[in-house]
């Protein structure tokens, strides 16, 4: 079955910077286009970034003001987020997802989501 696995969460100061994996398996990696969405305590799910199926694209939302980073590597069926000066707002829960064709902000236009990884940044 498809499963999409997220690491690489968990606690760093304000101004330090993670990298977040998402292994993918049960379907043809290098076929899908590919997003990371977050969610905070009481908020909802909002868009981060999101790469086409070759990793010739990538689109950012406002939010990330050009700190975050995604790509991926179809050859080991694996996406990347890149978050550098990391801040006390970016504390969510991130989750990776698959689509093979949506719009990137979309979160109901994907179709197969990770159980998420916890990033909490805090002094």
């Known amino acids: 079955q498809v499963q999409l696995v997220e690491s690489g969460g968990g606690l760093v100061q304000p101004g330090g910077s993670l990298r977040l994996s998402c292994v993918a398996s049960?379907?043809?990696?290098?076929?899908?286009?590919m997003g990371w969405f977050r969610q905070a305590p009481g908020k909802e799910r909002e868009f981060i970034a999101h790469i086409s199926w070759s990793g010739g694209m990538t689109e950012y939302g406002d939010s990330v003001e050009g700190r975050f980073t995604i790509s991926r590597n179809n050859a080991e069926n694996t996406l990347y987020l890149q978050i550098n000066a990391l801040k006390p707002v970016a504390t969510a829960v991130y989750y990776c997802?698959?689509?093979?064709?949506?719009?990137?902000?979309?979160?109901?236009?994907?179709?197969?989501w990770g159980q998420g990884t916890q990033v909490t940044v805090s002094s």
């Open positions: 997802a698959a689509c093979s064709i949506c719009r990137p902000t979309n979160a109901s236009e994907y179709d197969y």
């Open positions: 049960g379907y043809t990696f290098s076929d899908y286009e």
